[in-house]
Each structure stands twice: as C-alpha cells, then as structure tokens.
T-cell receptor
C-alpha cells in the first residue's frame, strides 16, 4: 500500500531552525512535493525534489533520499507566519499525489 | 500568474439540497484538474480527476452520481454535491495541472461546506 509518515505536530521558536521529516512508501515514484497549508486555506507549493540531495530555496530547503524513502523540509530563521501545516506529498507512478495528514508547526515567540 | 478562483469559499446548506462549487483558472488554461476533499486534521483526499471535454475519473469510494463534475472548458470546472448530508461537510479544493509540467499544480482557495 501507499503510506506517508510525518509527525503530527511540532513546536519551534521564532528565529530558530526546524526540520520536518517525512517517510513514504508509494507504488512507483515521480518526485516529492512539500506544500504549506494555513488553516482554512488551500495548500501552496513550497518545493519539488525528484533527485537525491538538498534543494535550497531561500529560508526553506528540502532533502530527498529515494533509496530510503525519506525526505525532510528544513525551515530557517523561523517567523510567526510560518505557523502552518506542512504536507509531504510524493507522486506515484501514475503521477498522482499521495497526501500525508501534514505536520502542524507551531511557532512561539 | 497562476491564479485559481474557487467559490463559494464558505457555504451552509440544509440536508437534502445540492451545492455547486465553481473552480476557474483566471490567467492560464489547463486540460487536467482535480477535486480534493479534506476533513479536519486529515490529509487531502483525491475525489476525481477530470480532463476538459471528458468524463471525470472518480476514486474508489467516491459516488459519481453524488458528486457531479462538469469540466466544460480549459478554464472552468464545477463540482456539484447533490442531496448533501451532514457527512459531506468538508473542505473541498480544486487543483489544476498545467500541461505536462508536474510541478505546476495550482490550487483553488477551497470551499468549506457545512451541511446541517
């Protein structure tokens, strides 16, 4: 079956760094997406990894290890507006996104 | 660019009535779009995939006669929840895929449906 595993909730301090881990099992693999979703809103695209390694994009970086079925999203210099849910979504062999329940990130001052 | 308009953003209806949700791409055209449903604190669940001019492909467990999808053009798709019941209360989100570029999946702002 297809499965996504990421922590339900994490708490971090403003200005700090946080890493949100995601492990996955899918039928085939065509890359992995990270989305940010604020409460009551639709997800917004953060990153897409299809090859192993680290992709850096401003304060956000995403890492992928295909052999381990593992990815993480790294958020630096945390701001209060980063409080949101972060969704890990690998794409299977049919190019369908498989959605996890997301990690709710709480930023404290 | 890549603006998707979805409305209504919030709707309350009585049990047994039908609700239509509209999803429109404002500055791009796309052939493939998706309808998702999300219950509180749960993941997005794909309901159906539709291509312009074709019948939608529904996921297992999603009743096609209950959730009517009309994808009449490259910029407009509608989801009608027929004979809504309280268990249909959920957050519904549309998403458009632009061409073959799999990164380019754009979401609407979502519709919160509450059925009394």
């Amino acid at each position: 079956g297809q499965n996504i595993d990421q922590p339900t909730e994490m708490t971090a301090t403003e200005g700090a760094i946080v890493q949100i881990n995601c492990t996955y099992q899918t039928s085939g693999f065509n890359g992995l997406f990270w989305y940010q979703q604020h409460a009551g809103e639709a997800p917004t695209f953060l990153s897409y990894n299809v090859l192993d390694g680290l992709e850096e994009k401003g304060r956000f970086s995403s890492f992928l290890s295909r052999s381990k079925g593992y990815s993480y999203l790294l958020l630096k210099e945390l701001q209060m507006k980063d409080s949101a849910s972060y969704l890990c979504a690998p794409m299977d062999s049919n190019y369908q996104l498989i959605w996890g329940a997301g990690t709710k990130l709480i930023i404290k001052p | 660019g890549a603006v998707v308009s979805q409305h209504p953003s919030w709707v309350i209806c009585k049990s047994g009535t039908s609700v239509k949700i509209e999803c429109r791409s404002l500055d791009f055209q796309a052939t493939t779009m998706f309808w998702y449903r999300q219950f509180p604190k749960q993941s997005l669940m794909l309901m159906a995939t539709s291509n312009e001019g074709s019948k939608a492909t529904y996921e297992q467990g999603v009743e096609k006669d209950k959730f009517l999808i009309n994808h009449a053009s490259l910029t407009l798709s509608t989801l009608t929840v027929t004979s809504a019941h309280p268990e249909d209360s959920s957050f519904y989100i549309c998403g458009w895929r632009v061409g073959a570029e799999i990164e380019k999946l754009f979401f609407g702002s979502g519709t919160q449906l509450s059925v009394l």
